[in-house]
C-alpha cells in the first residue's frame, strides 16, 4: 500500500468525478443515445486507467445490437471494467442511488435500479429492460444479487433473466477474474463491512490489478426460448462458475 500512490490518483478520480458531472448536467440533456453511450464508454475506460486497472478481455463479446451480459460480482469497478468493452445499462440495487455522487452519475447512465423486496419492482424493472433491449443496447446483470470474492460464485436469482428470454435477446455469461500481482486474489474485492471510500483507499494505493473478463460462448434466443428463466439461470451459473474456478490456478 502506497500513500504518495494513492493520493496522486485520488487527485485524478476527483477530477474525473467533476468533469463527469459537468457532462450530465450540461452535455446529456442535448445529445442522443448513441452519443452519450459513447460518453459513458469512454469515461469507463479513463476511469478504469486512472485506478491503475489492466483489462484483459477473453473471448468474443456482442458488440452490436441487444443482449443481456451476465456476469459474477466482485467489487464496483465492475461496472466500468464491463463499460469499458462496450457500453452497457446496468441493473442495481436501489440502494446506490443513494450512495453520495456515484448514484447520481449511474442513475443518468442510464441504469436502471430493483427495490428489492417488492412484489412490484420485478415488473417494473422487466418493462424498463424491454425498452432498453428495443433501443438495441446490452444490460448488464449481476444476478448474485452481492459481491463475492471472486474466487467462487454465489447462487444467481433467476427472476431477472426473465425479461430477456421474453424479449428475445441473446444472453452472454461473462466470468470476472481478478489478479493482484499476477495471482488470483480477492485483494481488491468489495467484500464484507467495507465502504466505497475504504475500498478505494486499497485499490488506488496498490498496483499490478489485472481483470480477465472472460466472455462465454452465446446463449442463442432459440436455447433461452427452450430452457426458460430457471434452466437459463442454471446453465448461467455453471458455465461462469467453472470459468472464474478454473483461473484460480494462475
Not at 463527469?20 to 452519443?35: E, N
Not at 466470468?175 to 493482484?180: E, Y
Not at 475504504?198 to 452465446?218: A, H, I, S
Request: proline share 4%; glycine share 8%.
Amino acid at each position: 500500500m502506497s500513500f504518495l500512490l494513492f493520493l496522486f490518483r485520488a487527485v485524478f478520480v476527483v477530477a474525473w468525478i467533476v468533469s463527469s458531472l459537468l457532462s450530465v448536467a450540461v452535455v446529456y440533456p442535448f445529445v442522443p443515445l448513441p452519443a452519450r453511450n459513447f460518453m459513458n464508454h469512454q469515461w469507463s475506460r479513463a476511469l478504469i486507467w486512472i485506478c491503475g486497472v489492466e483489462v484483459r478481455v477473453v473471448g468474443q463479446p456482442v458488440m452490436q445490437g441487444p443482449a443481456l451480459w451476465v456476469a459474477n460480482h466482485v467489487s464496483w469497478i465492475d461496472i466500468f471494467v464491463l463499460s469499458s468493452v462496450r457500453c452497457v445499462a446496468f441493473i442495481a440495487k436501489s440502494e446506490i442511488r443513494r450512495w453520495p455522487i456515484i448514484g447520481w452519475l449511474v442513475a443518468k447512465a442510464g441504469t436502471v435500479f430493483i427495490q428489492r423486496g417488492q412484489r412490484h419492482a420485478i415488473k417494473t424493472v422487466g418493462d424498463q429492460m424491454k425498452c432498453r433491449f428495443a433501443q438495441g443496447e446490452v444490460l448488464g446483470l449481476f444476478p448474485e444479487g452481492t459481491t463475492s470474492g471472486g474466487l467462487d460464485v454465489g447462487p444467481f436469482h433467476s427472476s431477472l433473466f426473465d425479461p430477456a428470454v421474453r424479449a428475445e435477446v441473446c444472453i452472454q455469461p461473462v466470468a470476472l477474474r481478478f489478479l493482484h500481482r499476477g495471482k488470483r486474489s480477492d485483494y481488491v474485492a468489495f467484500v464484507g463491512d467495507q465502504n466505497l471510500v475504504q475500498n478505494l483507499w486499497v485499490l488506488l494505493g496498490t498496483t499490478q490489478v489485472v481483470v480477465e473478463v472472460v466472455f462465454l460462448p452465446l446463449f442463442s434466443i432459440d436455447q433461452c426460448q427452450e430452457w426458460g428463466r430457471s434452466k437459463v439461470a442454471a446453465h448461467a451459473h455453471h458455465v461462469i462458475s467453472h470459468a472464474v474456478r478454473s483461473g484460480r490456478r494462475g
